[in-house]
């Protein structure tokens, strides 16, 4: 019998004991954000979904259409196509299209790209109403960008 | 026993559990034969969420596998990759740098308290205690920071390569891992006040859901689960991999075979790992963290190759046979839930409907790990 009481006594302390630190953490600063309306910043080496880097002097992308990135991809969702231009050394991209929907964010394609043609953007929210809104025309985002 | 042996004669039922189960915690289907409260049988369901991965493995560069590797066990990410990276570099006779070898440590163990902090969180809300989830998924948040503003991801990590890392950390990961043990240390008084003494969870889990030594060695269970029941088997001590033989820390063995023996394990896993994280971070060395000659084009020699690591669940092994080529002729994952899984219809036989949820939730199941 006195072990009943002891048992009963020892579990209301823990009990108590319990509340004392919800109570505690109660009083406490927030630790959440109200996200719609507060967003965090991503940190330098976020893994988002791929986009061109342009080139610094003239603004076209820095890729030469090798196809590396291509070849790299896990999920195959990279393909590109590129044209030879009269003067310029080396293909000239035409179309860079990303295919979002199978992309794994792995960053075979980024670690593959030896002319520092592609980069992680930094966006995460992404929303769409259709699977086609996740196929991305990179090479048009960017000429969207520079307007 | 005398009771279940009449109940087979009387009126029992199927009770469908799952697929889509708060406390299956995934798509795992549990076919339940029950006597009233009490289950006759459980039969585990499995293939909801299988993905193929081994012939992904077979359809792919080497490379390209290690994504994959990420997806397995989506909570402790970083041990599948380091699995695979040790296979590899076996098959290849890759040596990695040294302060690659840390970092993985350092990064592994992090992932792993990460794994054991949500696994908290879900146990003790899948045994009706709602406030410590969110106490722990504060403190798996700033492992989670801590290891996106290294690897570039939050949960699905592919941060190793053969022969190193991604890249490198900042001060910046240094200083944020320190402060991160400090906090993690002074919050674990509080995790045992509010969870693992209260009488509650006590009663709920004390002398519940035993599971003997006999039983893990027939099925093959092993981490935790492994340990909980007496059982001294860590493949960190025992066949030591990476530099884990340089650090001193301890292995956490209960004998008592229940619920709360499987808890107490993970609990004590926590505060080792934040003691091989803080020797490993006094012991950093400088220098790079990608082997040199590294091929560009993976071809293993070939062989058949094997490497086993503990991750957070028990032993994650990983068989590769190469015919030379640039894919793996066949790639076997060995998960440690998929035999943590397995003594569960022996287990529960029995038990009341309650006490094998609780049972099921100290066994720690991914289920994309067991359908892989």
């Known amino acids: 019998m006195s072990g009943y009481f002891k048992e009963l006594f020892s579990g209301t302390k823990s009990l108590a004991v319990g509340l004392g630190i919800t109570f505690r953490y109660m009083v406490k600063p927030v630790v959440t954000l109200q996200y719609p309306h507060e967003s965090l910043q991503m940190t330098p080496r976020f893994r988002g979904h791929i986009e061109l880097i342009p080139n610094e002097e003239t603004g076209e992308p820095n890729c030469v259409v090798c196809g590396m990135c291509q070849k790299a991809c896990p999920s195959n969702c990279i393909s590109l196509a590129g044209e030879k231009v009269d003067g310029v050394k080396g293909k000239v991209l035409t179309k860079y299209i990303l295919n979002f929907t199978t992309c794994s964010l792995c960053g075979m394609c980024v670690e593959s790209c030896k002319f520092n043609a592609i980069t992680f953007s930094k966006e995460y929210n992404l929303a769409g109403p259709s699977r086609e809104a996740y196929v991305f025309d990179l090479k048009k985002r960017l000429e969207d960008k520079k307007q | ?372």
């Open chain 2, 1 to 372: 026993m005398s009771d279940l042996a009449r109940s087979q004669n009387q009126e029992t039922f199927v009770l469908n559990l799952g697929p889509q189960h708060p406390a299956t915690h995934g798509v795992l289907r549990v076919k339940l034969t029950m006597d009233g409260e009490y289950i006759l049988r459980a039969e585990p369901v499995l293939g909801y969420i299988h993905r193929m991965h081994e012939k992904m493995g077979e359809n792919r560069t080497w490379a390209q596998f290690m994504p994959n590797t990420g997806r397995l066990d989506y909570l402790g990410a970083l041990s599948y990759n380091h699995g695979y990276a040790l296979v590899v570099e076996r098959a290849m006779g890759i040596t990695v740098p040294e302060r690659a070898e840390y970092l993985r440590v350092i990064t592994v163990e992090l992932n792993r308290i990460a794994s054991h902090l949500l696994w908290f969180g879900a146990f003790v809300l899948d045994l009706g205690g709602f406030t410590p989830l969110l106490y722990a998924f504060d403190d798996r948040e700033k492992i989670l920071d801590l290891l996106e503003s290294v690897t570039g991801s939050r949960l699905t990590f592919c941060y190793f390569r053969f022969g190193g890392l991604y890249n490198d950390v900042d001060d910046d990961f240094i200083t944020g891992s320190r402060a991160f043990i400090k906090r993690l240390r002074s919050r674990m008084p509080d995790y045992h006040n509010l969870v693992t003494n209260n009488i509650i969870m006590i009663k709920r889990l004390k002398d519940v859901g035993l599971i003997s030594a006999e039983m893990c060695r027939k099925y093959g269970a092993t981490g935790p689960v492994l340990r909980g029941s007496g059982v001294d088997f860590d493949i960190r001590k025992n066949e030591p991999y990476s530099v884990y033989s340089e650090f001193d820390f301890d292995i956490p063995v209960y004998h008592e075979c229940d619920s709360m023996a499987r808890y107490m394990v993970r609990m004590d896993e926590i505060e080792q790992s934040l003691r091989i994280i803080e020797q490993a971070l006094d012991k950093l060395p400088e220098g790079p963290v990608m082997a040199e000659k590294v091929p560009k084009i993976i071809k293993a020699p070939k062989g058949d190759y094997y490497a086993a690591v503990e991750a957070a669940r028990g032993t994650f092994g990983i068989r590769v046979v190469s015919d030379g080529t640039n894919t793996p002729y066949r790639l076997k994952l060995r998960s440690p839930t998929y035999s943590n899984l397995s003594l569960y219809e022996e287990a529960s036989q029995g038990m009341l409907l309650a006490d094998a949820l609780a049972l099921m939730g100290s066994l720690d199941l991914v289920i994309p790990e067991i359908d892989r």
